[in-house]
């Protein structure tokens, strides 16, 4: 039981280039989430998927897109990669939308 | 957005002492939940709480539901050198289902 998959693990990006981050998760889990962790910041909602077919955004969703695949997938896209989103991402995914949310390992990501 | 304030934000203690940290807000929460995070990590979920009040334990770990619902308490006893890493705590709060806020963490470190 792998739990919640995420690749890449690592990144590095120049400025303005796009790339799509993947996520999967095993347990038949209907809401996903994206969270960014900058030093100091704990983690921050970028966007989540209450269930499938669904999306909203977070705390933080601008310069993000999202796609919701299947009740597995949840991917998070950077169409024009900044400095500022130099940070680490998780992915994370709970039974239900009022349940603890369990993580992936992260994605650190450099935008130079 | 709001975040968590949570104390200490890090804390060197010996091997076998316990250990004491707390999450405070301004709003009420209907859910808490304590991570921990080992470096290169995602958070690993402990202990959730659901009701004002609530005390529950995991092996060494005891957090507590404050009774105003804007605080709760995460105490480790009888520390080992395992125990270093990150704690996160995180709530949800009322109609804000599927979002959760994360406190800043305190960081905990073990000396033999």
């Known amino acids: 039981n792998a739990g919640v998959t995420q690749t890449p693990k690592f990144q590095v990006l120049k400025t303005g280039q796009s790339m799509t981050l993947q996520c999967a998760q095993d347990?038949?889990?209907?809401?996903m989430y994206w969270y960014r962790q900058d030093p100091g910041m704990g983690l921050r909602l970028i966007y989540y998927?209450?269930?499938?077919?669904?999306?909203d955004k977070g705390e933080v969703p601008n310069g993000y897109n999202v796609s919701r695949l299947n009740k597995r997938e949840f991917s998070l896209r950077l169409e024009s990669a900044a400095p500022s989103q130099t940070s680490v991402y998780f992915c994370?995914?709970?039974?239900?939308?009022?349940?603890?949310?369990?993580f992936g390992q992260g994605t650190r990501l450099t935008v130079v | 957005g709001q975040q968590l304030n949570q104390s200490p934000q890090s804390m060197f203690i010996q091997e076998g002492e316990d250990v004491s940290m707390n999450c405070t807000s301004s709003?009420?929460?209907?859910?808490w939940l304590w991570y921990k995070q080992d470096p290169g990590e995602g958070p690993v979920l402990l202990i959730a709480?659901?009701?004002?009040?609530e005390l529950t334990s995991n092996g060494r770990l005891t957090a507590q539901f404050g009774i105003t619902r804007k605080d709760s308490f995460l105490n480790i006893s009888a520390s080992i050198p395992s125990d270093v890493g990150i704690y996160f705590c995180?709530?949800?709060?009322?109609?804000?289902?599927?979002?959760?806020?994360f406190g800043t963490g305190t960081r905990l470190q073990v000396t033999l």
């Open positions: 709003s009420i929460f209907n859910t």
């Open positions: 994370a995914s709970s039974k239900t939308k009022n349940t603890e949310a369990f």
């Open positions: 347990m038949n889990h209907n809401s």
């Open positions: 709480l659901y009701k004002a009040g």
């Open positions: 998927s209450a269930s499938e077919g669904t999306t």
């Open positions: 995180a709530g949800q709060k009322p109609g804000t289902a599927s979002k959760l806020t």
